[in-house]
Every structure is written in structure tokens, then in C-alpha cells.
């Protein structure tokens, strides 16, 4: 009980450092907002309006409890797009979330549909060619951007085999999902094969795999029930931190496939300047990894019996 | 068990050539950039825009004529600088606040290690993203800050843990015992001892600098005012249709050094501990 109470308010505080540095930066970062984006033309009245409309004139702990009033109404504030039909950032990023979302999970299932028996059988036959393969494999999906690889795939499958239509345009037609997620699970799947190969090789002459050996099982249910088992336990975690570079992943591959999402949406905040529709994205992406983080621990919990008992760490 | 006799050395070594063979061509091309291009990045002529790869032109142009190895030789200054200096600034400050975290422990170690959990709150790029764009004209520095921002938690939890262990050692027993003050015994008899894993971390971390360095120019929120192979790229992938020239140098570019730091980050890790060979 107390443990899982200390967790909670970990990340309480997790969260309200969070909220905290994003309010923070923008103010120790030099230049006025409201300067930025009117540029050097505006007139004074200009930037006073700007400034009173963006809430800079009021004292400073009333703009942060503002943020925190826009977290806690789940409204994340006014998105400044339009002065005369003012929306709330969160029903703008409700419209774009299901795109991102999808992207996500579409390149985990692809990421996990290559790493797992490659990882596996890697793990169990350590310096085959299989497991020579997919290191090199490995070295390249990290190493390459996937800025690079989205592009590469794009001009390939839909110029030079024809296996999506050619849009004409370059990059805007293209919104489907597949060739995005095979781009977004390229490099998850490189770190994920060496992640289980290792947890793998761990377990093969763990002390409950020999005694699971010993009392002659078969070698599929050892695979199965005893390595597999113990093997997902550190994949778990791995697969929540690699949650970050997922999420940062679909902003850079929404950009390159023209996909409305969040990603998108952020550029879009960014060009046009509205800032809280940038830190509205920010808080969001910030919270669902602190969550998804969360969410490992007490997997993690569930996959190891030492942990529910509150004894020794894994 | 993977026993360290079962690593094969000779594609160990091989890869450890590749690895400094990348990093010598990212560094030669980063300090003698200008000197060895050979064309200026600045002479735009559009009358020999979107060449392939030709004799004047190794590896073609871009848009404005420019010569694109040139851009890509000049791309690798700002991608070294901004490795390198980002891992510089994330390693000093990791290293002080992570030994203070370890070797004082209490609440001092508790207010620390909040401090690195809200850094490590903030997925990959994302804060960089964001201080970025609140960044009038961002240069290399605003770039390197906002890269380092959350970039020295992961090296403040490294060295607090190792810290924290080496803390209790003998031999730093010993120098506490004499009376050195606790400055000397972080400096002189804590800190030498995690060189080694410091070094396996900046290099790893230099890798994912000069990525989230080209990840950052490819969404238009990187240094502006330099070559950078991310825009270069961002430039290409526009005109992939008519040129596959441009995004495939400034791809490759990056590959290629992301690859050959990893490599040598690797070579590094095997040579300090021996059960990590092969995993």
C-alpha cells in the first residue's frame, strides 16, 4: 500500500515539475511572444492588445495558475488560431489525437512483429547467422532517421513498384498507414530484437529454466512458459522508455506522410506561432509518457511474482 | 551464457575500424569543412540547379545550384558542434549534480532525483522542440541549450548511482579518514572511477545529439544561419521526385555518423566490461 502510495506521489510531483518547467522556460527564454509574432513592424497599441489578449499583462502567478486552471477544467486553455471563435486546445487536439494515436500503436505491433521472433531466436541460437543478421540489422535501424527511410519507402513503393498510387504530388497523397508505421517500428524494432536477444540469453541458464529442463519438459514449453516469461519483464520497461521516441517519432513522420495528427497539429502551432496550442501539445505528450511509464511499473509488477511480494528487486 | 571467447574478434574489429574511420571523416570534415569543399555553399547559381551526381559536381546540386557534397561537408561543423557541445554541457552539469545526489544522499538526493525525473518526464526532443520555437532566430547555441535542457538527466542518474556505491569504498573511507575535504575526495578519488561509463554514455549521447540535432533542422526548428543536414534533408524530401540526390547525400550523412559513433560507443562498452560483449 505504501509503496504504491509513494508511486502516486512521484508522479504528482513528476507532474507538477512538469507543468512547472514548461511555464518556467517560457519565461527565462529571451523575447516577447507577442513580439515574435507580430514581427518588428507591429505598433506599440498592436503589442499591448497582443499582450492583454495572451494574458502577459497580469502578474505572474496568475498566468501560472491560469495553466494550472486549463489542465484541471481539461480545457488546456484558449487556442489563440482564431481571435473571433475562440475553441479550447483540448477539442482541437481530441480532432487530431486518433491519427497519432493509431500511427503509434501501428508501429509497435509492426516493431514487435519483427523483434520478437528475431529477438527470440537470437537469444537462443546467440552468434548464428540469424543472430549475426539481425545485429547488423540492428546497428542500421538505429542509425538511420527515419526522415530519411519514410521518404526512401514513399518514392520506392509508390514510383518505382506501384504498390501504393503515385499521388502526383510527392508526399501529400499518401495518408495511409502502413508505410508510416513500417518506418515508426524500423527503428523501435532494431533497439527492441537486441533488448529481447539479451533478456533471452539471461534467462536460457536461469536457475528455473534448468530446473523447468531438468524435469524433462519439453523444449517449446520452456521457450514458452519459463524464457519467454522472463524475458518480457525488462522488454516491458523498455518498450514504455522507447514510448518517447515513439511519440516524437509520429511528429517527424506525420510531417513526411502529410498525416493529420498531432504531430502535424504542433508544426502547425509552431508556424502560426500559438502558444498554447504548442504547449497544450506539450503537456499532452509529457503526460501520456509519464503515464505510459506508470503503466510499465505495475506490468512489470504483474510479470514479476518478487515484486508483488514487496521483497527484493529484480 | 555468451562466455567472452564466444564473440567473433574479427567482425568486432572490423566494425571498430568503421566506427573511427566515420568519426575521423565527421571531424576532419567538421574543422577543415571550408577548406576542403569544393565549391562555396554561398554561390547560388540557378542555372545549374537539381544536377545528379556529375564530374564538377560529385554529388549533384540542389535547389539554388548550390554543390551538394559542399553543403554536405559544411552540414558536419554543425552536426560536431552540436554533438559535441551538447554532450560537454549535459555531462558537466549531470556530473556535478548527480555526484552531489550520490555522495551527500538525503535530501539532497531526493530533491536531485526529482529534478532528473521531470527532465526525463519530457519525451526525447520534445522540450527541445518547445524552447526552440520559443527562441527568436535560434543559432548553434540555442540549439546545443535546448538539446541539453533534458539531456544531462540521463548522466545525473548514471553518476549518482555509481557515486552513491563507490561512497562507501575503502579507499575513499581512507581519504575521509585523513580528512581531505569532500571536493578532493569526489575529485580525486570518486570521480576517476566512473571515467569509464561516462565515456560509453557521451559517446551514445553525441549519437542521439546529432540525431535530434537533424531531427530538429527537418522540422524547421533547428540552427538557423548554418548548413544543416536535417534542412538539407527537409529540402530534399520535397524534391524526391525530381532529384533523389539531395535527400539521399544529407540521409546518408547522418547514417553514416550516427552509425560510426554507435560503433565506437559499442567498442568502448566491450573493451570496459566484458559481459556486456555480445549483448
Given amino acids: 500500500m505504501s509503496i504504491v502510495f509513494r508511486r502516486l506521489l512521484g508522479t504528482a510531483i513528476v507532474l507538477v515539475g512538469v507543468v512547472s518547467t514548461v511555464f518556467v522556460v517560457q519565461r527565462i527564454v529571451p523575447g516577447d511572444p507577442a513580439e515574435i509574432l507580430l514581427g518588428d513592424h507591429a505598433t506599440p497599441q498592436q503589442l499591448e492588445a497582443l499582450r492583454e489578449r495572451m494574458g502577459l499583462n497580469q502578474p505572474l502567478t496568475e498566468q501560472y495558475l491560469d495553466v494550472w486552471k486549463g489542465i484541471l477544467d481539461g480545457t488546456l486553455g484558449t487556442s489563440q488560431e482564431n481571435a473571433d471563435r475562440p475553441r479550447t486546445v483540448m477539442s482541437v487536439l481530441r480532432e487530431h489525437a486518433p491519427a497519432t494515436v493509431e500511427l503509434a500503436l501501428a508501429g509497435v505491433v509492426f516493431a514487435l512483429m519483427i523483434a520478437l521472433p528475431l529477438g527470440v531466436i537470437s537469444g537462443l541460437r546467440p552468434w548464428s547467422a540469424w543472430d549475426q543478421g539481425s545485429a547488423v540489422l540492428a546497428l542500421a535501424g538505429v542509425a538511420i532517421p527515419n526522415f530519411f527511410l519514410g521518404p526512401l519507402l514513399l518514392h520506392w513503393f509508390s514510383v518505382e513498384i506501384h504498390l501504393f498510387p503515385d499521388p502526383g504530388q510527392p508526399l501529400a497523397g499518401l495518408s495511409t498507414l502502413i508505410l508510416p508505421a513500417l518506418v515508426l517500428g524500423t527503428a523501435l524494432a532494431a533497439k527492441l530484437t537486441r533488448m529481447i536477444r539479451a533478456s533471452v540469453l539471461d534467462q536460457v541458464n536461469a536457475p528455473h529454466v534448468l530446473a523447468a529442463r531438468s524435469r524433462g519438459l519439453s523444449s517449446s514449453r520452456i521457450v514458452i512458459h519459463y524464457i519467454l516469461r522472463g524475458a518480457m519483464v525488462p522488454v516491458v520497461t523498455i518498450l514504455a522508455l522507447q514510448f518517447a521516441s515513439l511519440l516524437t517519432g509520429t511528429i517527424v513522420l506525420e510531417k513526411v506522410f502529410a498525416r493529420p495528427g498531432l504531430g502535424s497539429l504542433l508544426l502547425d502551432g509552431v508556424a502560426s506561432r500559438n502558444h498554447t496550442l504548442v504547449q497544450g501539445i506539450v503537456l499532452l505528450f509529457s503526460f501520456a509518457y509519464v503515464f505510459v511509464n506508470g503503466l510499465a511499473d505495475v506490468v512489470h509488477t504483474a510479470l514479476d511474482p518478487r515484486l508483488r511480494l514487496g521483497g527484493g528487486h529484480a | ?279
Fill in chain 2, 1 to 279: 551464457m555468451s562466455s567472452p571467447f564466444s564473440a567473433r574478434p574479427s567482425g568486432r574489429r572490423i566494425a571498430v575500424r568503421v566506427g573511427f574511420f566515420l568519426v575521423g571523416l565527421l571531424m576532419v570534415c567538421a574543422i577543415l569543412g571550408p577548406v576542403i569543399a569544393p565549391h562555396s555553399v554561398d554561390h547560388v547559381d540557378p542555372s545549374v540547379a537539381l544536377q545528379g551526381p556529375g564530374l564538377e559536381h560529385w554529388l549533384g546540386t540542389d535547389e539554388d545550384g548550390r554543390d551538394l557534397l559542399s553543403l554536405v561537408i559544411h552540414g558536419a561543423r554543425s552536426a560536431a558542434l552540436v554533438g559535441v557541445g551538447t554532450v560537454a554541457i549535459s555531462l558537466l552539469l549531470g556530473t556535478l549534480l548527480g555526484s552531489v545526489s550520490g555522495y551527500f544522499g538525503g535530501w539532497w538526493d531526493e530533491v536531485g532525483m526529482r529534478f532528473v525525473e521531470m527532465a526525463l518526464a519530457f519525451p526525447g526532443i520534445l522540450l527541445a522542440i518547445f524552447i526552440v520555437f520559443l527562441t527568436r532566430d535560434p543559432g548553434l547555441w540555442a540549439v546545443i541549450l535546448a538539446l541539453s535542457a533534458t539531456g544531462w538527466a540521463g548522466y545525473a542518474r548514471l553518476v549518482r548511482g555509481q557515486v552513491a556505491v563507490l561512497r562507501e569504498m575503502p579507499h575513499v573511507e581512507a581519504a575521509r579518514g585523513l580528512g581531505a575535504s569532500h571536493g578532493r575526495i569526489l575529485w580525486v578519488h570518486v570521480l576517476p572511477g566512473l571515467s569509464g561509463p561516462l565515456a560509453v554514455q557521451a559517446t551514445f549521447g553525441l549519437a542521439g545529439a546529432v540525431l535530434a540535432e537533424a531531427s530538429l533542422s527537418f522540422l524547421g526548428l533547428g540552427p538557423q544561419g548554418v548548413v544543416s543536414w536535417g534542412a538539407l534533408l527537409d529540402q530534399g524530401t520535397v524534391l524526391f521526385l525530381k532529384t533523389p540526390w539531395v535527400a539521399t547525400s544529407a540521409g546518408m550523412a547522418i547514417f553514416a555518423t550516427v552509425l560510426g559513433v554507435n560503433l565506437l560507443g559499442d567498442a568502448l562498452r566491450d573493451s570496459l566490461d566484458p559481459h556486456a560483449r555480445g549483448t
